[in-house]
């Protein structure tokens, strides 16, 4: 088992900058991909960012160049630091991590609102 709290949310004005964070814990050895995503109201969640293990990136369209996905081994963080942000980045942003079984691990979600 893994567990996930996010944390860094909150409100934030258009052109501005925020930084989330996700600490886990338990079994995170065999653990291989870590993302970020991000659900708004009425809309599905979607895949913002990710790393693998092998330290690749990849970021969603509506984020590249203002977006920055790391990760930190030793602390066992994922963060998230969010620049120039829009009003269409408002929603909450959930941390996952995936192990080699392919089981999918959650956190709770922290909000990211966003105004114009």
């Known amino acids: 088992q893994v567990q996930l709290v996010e944390s860094g949310g909150g409100l934030v004005q258009a052109g501005g900058s925020l930084r989330l964070s996700c600490t886990a814990s338990?079994?995170?050895?065999?653990?291989?991909?870590m993302a970020w995503h991000r659900q708004a109201p009425g809309k599905q969640r979607e895949l913002v960012a990710s790393?693998?293990?092998?330290?690749?990136?990849s970021y969603a369209d509506s984020v590249k160049g203002r977006f920055t996905i790391s990760r930190d081994n030793a602390k066992n963080t994922l963060d998230l630091q969010m620049n120039r942000l829009k009003p269409e980045d408002t929603a909450v942003y959930y941390c996952?991590?995936?192990?080699?079984?392919?089981?999918?691990?959650w956190g709770q979600g922290t909000q990211v609102t966003v105004s114009s």
């Open positions: 790393v693998r293990s092998s330290g690749q990136t």
């Open positions: 996952n991590f995936r192990n080699l079984g392919v089981i999918d691990y």
């Open positions: 338990g079994s995170i050895s065999s653990i291989y991909f």
